[in-house]
């Protein structure tokens, strides 16, 4: 096999590759929407009712009354916390939501590129692989 035929292959790997990480990062944001989608659910129902359900851990919940319902706290960085308006914090979460959106459509159109780009080098490979099996098959002595 020749070295460009090798380098075909091991772009062929790298883009396969480059589409795994893409789809798993895809995974992560979708994960992230859904969290402050739920987010902003719950504050939403924080103006109707001030009784939550407050996880301890492992799956275990108590119910609790909030006391404040109009300031959410929010963890800002490592032992930082700032306290902010609730409809500020919805607003600010509905943001990350649709920036979040934007990264979404930039990666599925990375991926599109990338896989546009396997399916050409999958070609091109596949024509090389039947011109060298033309050459083989021309090579071969016949049998009468």
């Known amino acids: 096999m020749n070295e460009e035929l090798q380098n075909q292959f091991m772009a062929l790997d790298v883009y396969n590759q480059q589409v795994q990480k893409l789809q798993e990062e895809l995974s992560n944001i979708d994960m992230m929407i859904m969290e402050l989608l739920k987010s902003i659910e719950s504050m939403e129902g924080l103006k109707t009712s001030k009784e939550i359900?407050?996880?301890l851990g492992a799956g275990a919940f108590v119910?609790?009354?909030?006391q404040n319902p109009e300031k959410i706290v929010l963890s800002v960085g490592?032992?930082?916390l700032l306290e902010k308006d609730v409809d500020e914090?919805?607003?600010?979460f509905q943001k990350s939501v649709?920036?979040?959106?934007?990264?979404?459509?930039?990666?599925?159109?990375?991926?599109?590129?990338?896989?546009?780009e396997i399916v050409k080098l999958r070609s091109e490979l596949e024509k090389r692989a039947a011109a060298i099996e033309q050459r083989s098959a021309q090579m071969k002595p016949r049998t009468n």
């Open 89 to 92: 914090v919805i607003v600010d």
């Open 78 to 80: 490592v032992d930082v």
């Open 63 to 66: 119910n609790a009354q909030v």
């Open 98 to 116: 649709e920036e979040l959106e934007q990264t979404k459509e930039l990666v599925n159109t990375q991926i599109q590129k990338t896989n546009q």
């Open 53 to 55: 359900l407050l996880p």
